[in-house]
């Protein structure tokens, strides 16, 4: 259960009630059990129709702990059900019209006797998945355009799986890019980053390789895990190593 502050009100209407909180303060709450949750990422759900937060007259999102609950549901079902946003927005629709919705099977698609089925998904690649999103999407969520992606994916800042998807988490990407180029800094810059991304990266799969090659499934699950934490030390080690180069404390 995720701990939200009190306060809240009914969702998509104009945000006056103090409990409500902004979209920083949701990420820190939702962080403690989803430690690679972004702000992009709670964007998109948005984006998908899986909550609706409301706006104050200044147009930024307030969410009321019913959403933030909510977003906790939906961050669950992708990480322990891999269901499609799709069967989750229906799940949790027919949740609170009161319906009894059983979640399907749960297991990885494509593996046997788990996961998806025809009758739960029709058709598999419709819409992006718990770590999956389509070209037009990307464009989208990351508000940017054709030849903008064009370039990026020239540098290698970004890269289409071999299906022609992409990973959700290059949303984060795309919006960083695009952040950044505001200030001048443009993509053949961002060259070395991406080559520091690579490397660290490589160390990291260096170190859980021989966990995810056992043959103890519950070793290989170990192995994801400590992916997940190896992860987010290496960045936390990078953020703090840039900050204490450029000699400034980021918020």
Known sequence: MLRTP??????????TDSGLMSIGTVLNVLREEFPEVTISKIRFLESEGLIEPQRTPSGYRKFSA???ERLGRVLRMQRDHYLPLKVIREHLDAV????????PAVGRPGQPGQGWDAETVPE?????TAARIGRAELLAAAGIGEADLAEWESYGLIAALPDGAYDAEVVTVAE??????RFGIEPRHLRLMK?????????VDQVVAPL??????????????????????TMR??????????GVRLP
Do not use: F, I, W, Y
């Not at 009190?6 to 945000?15: D, F, Q, V, Y």
């Not at 609170?96 to 979640?103: C, H, Q």
């Not at 080559?195 to 160390?203: I, Q, V």
């Open 195 to 203: 080559a520091a991304a690579d490397r660290e990266a490589g160390l």
């Open 237 to 246: 080690l990078h953020a703090a190593l840039v900050q204490s180069a450029l």
């Open 124 to 128: 598999p690649c419709e819409g992006p």
């Open 212 to 233: 995810r090659r056992h043959r103890n499934p519950q070793t290989r699950t170990h192995a994801e895990a400590r992916t997940k934490e190896l992860a987010g030390l």
């Open 96 to 103: 609170e019209r009161g319906e009894s919705a059983p979640l």
């Open 66 to 68: 019913e959403d933030v």
């Open 176 to 181: 960083l890019v695009a952040e950044l180029g």
């Open 6 to 15: 009190s306060g809240g009100a009914g969702r998509g209407t104009a945000a």
